[in-house]
């Protein structure tokens, strides 16, 4: 006898689901992959991430994340979610930090030295945490947040206080969570969070979607040698991003409150 395998939710549903001005009734789905929210100060992004958080409370429409409730502990068990600022308090060690992390999750300690070498932590264990640069910071947020790997990732702003070393260890981090089956969705503004960290881009201006396409499509792409723009690609040769005007209009005012 055959068995019927169940079609599994997607991970992220919005049907209809807005917040007043702050974002316009939308519809939204997604499965595995990683999502880029871009979007000028008062898009809509991080209103739509504290939607999926469970933050906000949608007055209209339906939030579900796996089939289930934002607000919902099975919800709360399937997703990470790492704000654009977060404060830990000063005076504990980065190694309290993150022992409090494992405790919270409830996961096994090899988890967080895992987190903590792939975010480059291994020389700051010892260190409190107000001692931290604000870099570093944003490292060990990721780190806690991120350590027994749930399936959806929500980030807001991840990259905004990190080095390209960091973005770096974040972008290997989310691709290896995306080979896997898992899903990432980020609120970018900087061009390189975008290009590193997912594959697709949701565009949105004063609350609405006003379109999504592969992240490829938001970039031109120009031959360079020696600083020069060049011809086709020889052996050797490199090739440097730069933001079309698209993505540089959306990305151009500053971050949301």
């Known amino acids: 006898m055959s068995t019927v395998t169940a079609p599994q939710p997607p991970a992220l549903s919005l049907r209809g689901a807005g917040y007043g001005d702050r974002l316009h009734p939308t519809d939204l789905e997604l499965g595995s992959g990683a999502l880029a929210l871009i979007g000028a100060n008062g898009a809509g992004k991080s209103t739509l991430l504290n939607l999926l958080t469970g933050g906000l409370k949608a007055p209209r429409g339906t939030v579900k994340v796996f089939g289930h409730g934002p607000r919902s502990a099975e919800a709360s068990r399937l997703r990470a979610y790492v704000p654009q600022r977060i404060q830990f308090p000063p005076h504990l060690h980065v190694s309290e930090i993150?022992?409090?992390a494992v405790q919270a999750k409830r996961c096994p300690t090899t988890?967080?030295?895992?987190?903590?070498?792939r975010m480059g932590l291994g020389g700051?264990?010892?260190?409190?945490?107000?001692?931290?640069?604000?870099g570093m910071t944003q490292r060990?947020?990721?780190?806690?947040?991120l350590m027994d790997e749930?399936?959806?990732w929500l980030l807001d702003e991840p990259a905004s206080a990190i080095d390209e070393d960091g973005l770096s260890r974040l972008a290997e981090w989310a691709r290896e969570h995306g080979a896997a089956g898992g899903t990432l969705v980020v609120s970018a503004h900087r061009p390189e969070e975008v290009e590193a960290l997912a594959?697709?881009?949701?565009?949105l201006s004063a609350g609405r979607v006003i379109g999504r396409l592969k992240v490829a499509d938001l970039f031109e792409y120009e031959v360079m040698r020696d600083g020069q723009p060049a011809g086709p690609l020889p052996a050797g040769w490199r090739v440097r991003r730069m933001a079309g005007s698209k993505v540089g209009e959306l990305l151009a005012a500053k971050d949301e409150p």
């Not at 988890?111 to 070498?117: M, N, R, S």
């Not at 060990?140 to 947040?145: D, Q, S, T, V």
């Open 98 to 100: 993150l022992a409090a």
């Open 111 to 117: 988890l967080a030295h895992d987190a903590v070498a």
């Open 124 to 134: 700051v264990l010892t260190h409190r945490v107000g001692t931290l640069s604000g």
């Open 140 to 145: 060990l947020a990721l780190a806690a947040a």
């Open 150 to 152: 749930p399936p959806l």
């Open 199 to 203: 594959g697709e881009a949701l565009l």
